[in-house]
């Protein structure tokens, strides 16, 4: 059974619409200001901790690291 990937143009995280130019991308995955600002204030107890987690692999799953650019 294949598994439906995320919208590119949703933040990864709350799955809202993102069209602001504040909203970050990491790999070509969108997260919007909002889940920004949690994720950088949360800790391993902060409630929503684990959805950022699972947000965050989701990422780094989809990447082909034969196209990331290493930096020496």
Do not use: A
């Amino acid at each position: 059974m294949l598994e439906k990937q995320p919208d590119r143009n949703k933040c990864i995280v709350c799955q809202c619409q993102c069209q602001r130019q504040s909203d970050i991308s990491v790999l070509g995955w969108l997260i919007c200001t909002e889940c920004e600002i949690e994720l950088v204030k949360s800790n391993v107890n902060h409630h929503g901790y684990d959805k950022y987690v699972k947000s965050l692999r989701t990422i780094w799953q989809t990447v082909s690291w034969e196209d990331v650019p290493l930096f020496v």
